[in-house]
């Protein structure tokens, strides 16, 4: 049995605090509003019922969210397709996935669910504190594998945290406890460029007590791609882009609830992931061969070429690429004439939501490049 006792602050729930977790979340008064949404045809407390009969974790995921995402699915998408979980069969034992973000929830949720139907074991997720802003919020993440990582503190705070944190992963993957899931970034992409962020490299690396080599090939990280046909919060994103370009961005209260529950709405066409290829010992032991930070960056760059490289590019992200350069490149090879009408009407739509006063043509731009960019950096 694994210690996690120092790990208090971060860990995600116990089978028997998941349980109570779950007990009050059954008892919450938005909870029927909630199950009306997810399951339109089942009695409003058939919900209630079932989440106070679950009695571990593995049983409310695999009984409870999997029946919640084939809803949400069924509602807001054209369907969910996934390829390469064969990669994962490759690597030994317990993995660190380390994927693109472009929705707060659905991201890490569509990855445990194609786990699932793949026949792996659920893995633990990596999720912002910040997003927390509710005790039914930490009930529902902790009881799905929620491992809290913690923002908005002081830089020695976030050090230390960081350590804790990448120990934290470290430990449950070399022991064989769980695999854990973790976005290449801080924050989602919200310009269509998926990029790793260095520290998080540095982070992993914190905590191994071998050295460089021995400390990465330990973690069995796999890089994963998600797309989305409609961008989740593609309005929102481009919104908050321009808004960024005149004063640093700050968020209002319950933004990220409301990013949440858009993202969960939204209608988002056709959805795919990609699971790549594991780094391999012989691309960190190149790594290894460099000094300080070029060490980093050289498996930053592995990872951001297999997690662009296994991104799904659908219709609307070369009618983005056209549009933002003013060519017709695509035209009659990815997309029809009709495709380019409805898409210019989506976007209208969508930049329609957004206060008056903000440039329009600057948010059509920066809507257009949103879906764009992934075509741009795959050329």
């Not at 999997?66 to 054209?78: F, G, K, P, Y």
């Not at 529902?140 to 976030?158: D, E, F, P, Y």
């Not at 990872?303 to 590019?313: E, P, S, T």
Request: charged share 25%; hydrophobic share 35%; net charge neutral.
């Amino acid at each position: 049995m694994v210690d996690l006792s120092e790990f208090e602050d971060i860990r995600p729930y116990s089978d028997e605090e998941a349980v109570q977790a779950l007990d009050r979340v059954s008892r919450h008064p938005m909870l029927p509003l909630i199950s009306k949404y997810l399951f339109p045809k089942a009695n409003v407390n058939t919900l209630a019922q079932t989440l106070r009969k679950v009695r571990s974790i593995d049983e409310f995921q695999a009984v409870v969210m999997v029946d919640v995402i084939n809803a949400v699915l069924a509602r807001t998408s054209e369907g969910f397709t996934f390829s390469g979980m064969e990669n994962l069969s490759s690597v030994n034992g317990k993995f660190l996935a380390v994927s693109n973000h472009r929705d707060i929830v659905l991201d890490p949720a569509l990855i445990l669910y194609a786990m699932h139907a793949s026949g792996y074991p659920f893995a633990e997720l990596c999720v912002g504190s910040n997003l927390i802003q509710s005790p039914l919020i930490e009930d529902l993440m902790k009881s799905n594998r929620m491992i809290k990582v913690i923002r908005g503190i002081s830089a020695r705070q976030m050090y230390l945290n960081s350590h804790t944190l990448s120990k934290y992963i470290r430990l449950s993957i070399t022991s064989g406890t769980a695999s854990i899931w973790v976005a290449q970034k801080e924050g989602r992409a919200k310009n269509g460029i998926d990029k790793t962020e260095q520290g998080l490299l540095k982070m992993f690396d914190m905590s191994g007590e071998k050295g460089f080599e021995e400390n990465f090939k330990e973690l069995n990280i796999v890089p994963m791609s998600i797309s989305y046909e409609y961008e989740p919060c593609d309005g929102r994103k481009a919104r908050e882009i321009l808004m960024s370009r005149e004063a640093p961005y700050v968020k209002k209260p319950k933004e990220d609830l409301h990013s949440i529950l858009t993202g969960i709405r939204q209608q988002k066409g056709h959805i795919h992931l990609s699971v790549g290829k594991p780094l391999t010992p012989e691309e960190i032991a190149d790594g290894a061969a460099y000094n300080g930070n070029d060490r980093y960056q050289h498996l930053r760059s592995i990872l951001d070429n297999r997690i662009r490289g296994g991104y799904h590019l659908w219709k609307t992200n070369y009618m983005g690429y056209d549009l933002m350069n003013g060519t017709s490149e695509y035209l009659g090879v990815k997309y029809l004439p009709e495709d380019l009408k409805k898409f210019k009407a989506y976007t209208d739509h969508k930049l329609s939501k957004i206060e008056r006063r903000l440039d329009r043509d600057a948010l059509q731009d920066i809507f257009w490049h949103i879906y764009g960019n992934p075509v741009e950096y795959t050329k």
